[in-house]
């Protein structure tokens, strides 16, 4: 295959989770804005007697994922929306539990190359501190959603 290049006009992300412990998949919505950043914290080592560097380590792996969303997808393929998981109950009810149990994600995001071959980025564990929601007159109502997530790993696909 020659080059191809993926166009930011077409992509999918997907939230991934369980319902009554089964696996779920549910498409956010029109997506204004993927950023996948994976980052590591190093630090230099310096020996007594140089100024020059001997060694550098990583610690603290962590990815952060950015969505901005609009014309959402409000289920998780049942009611209560993906969102609500964050913060109430997976039962729903639509009220703030007084737990310090964290609900954990799955993102898959979907990038379809002008050859028609994809490239798939799945972030794991991935939890949001906040969910905000953005409405302006005459406007779709948008989400700009930031979490953070365990790992990532890529793969290329074909066209299916």
């Given at each position: 295959?020659?080059?191809?290049?993926?166009?930011?006009?077409?992509?999918?992300?997907?939230?991934?989770?369980?319902?009554?412990g089964v696996p779920v998949s549910a498409a956010v919505g029109v997506i204004k804005d993927?950023?996948?950043?994976?980052?590591?914290?190093?630090?230099?080592?310096?020996?007594?007697?140089?100024?020059?560097?001997?060694?550098?380590?990583?610690?603290?792996?962590?990815?952060?994922?950015?969505?901005?969303?609009?014309?959402?997808?409000?289920?998780?393929?049942?009611?209560?929306?993906?969102?609500?998981?964050?913060?109430?109950?997976?039962?729903?009810?639509?009220?703030?539990?007084?737990?310090?149990?964290?609900?954990?994600?799955?993102?898959?995001?979907?990038?379809?190359?002008?050859?028609?071959?994809?490239?798939?980025?799945?972030?794991?564990?991935?939890?949001?501190?906040?969910?905000?929601?953005?409405?302006?007159?005459?406007?779709?109502?948008?989400?700009?959603?930031?979490?953070?997530?365990k790992s990532v790993v890529w793969a290329n696909t074909a066209h299916s």
């Open positions: 295959m020659g080059d191809s290049y993926a166009f930011a006009n077409r992509g999918t992300l997907y939230i991934v989770g369980t319902t009554g993927v950023e996948l950043t994976m980052s590591t914290e190093h630090v230099p080592l310096y020996g007594w007697g140089s100024i020059l560097r001997v060694a550098v380590a990583k610690h603290t792996h962590k990815v952060q994922v950015k969505f901005g969303a609009m014309k959402i997808n409000n289920t998780l393929t049942t009611t209560p929306a993906w969102w609500t998981y964050t913060h109430h109950t997976t039962s729903g009810g639509g009220t703030i539990e007084d737990t310090n149990a964290v609900k954990l994600f799955d993102i898959e995001a979907v990038f379809t190359f002008e050859d028609g071959t994809y490239l798939k980025g799945t972030v794991s564990s991935v939890y949001f501190p906040s969910i905000p929601f953005r409405a302006s007159e005459g406007q779709w109502v948008k989400q700009d959603v930031t979490g953070e997530g």
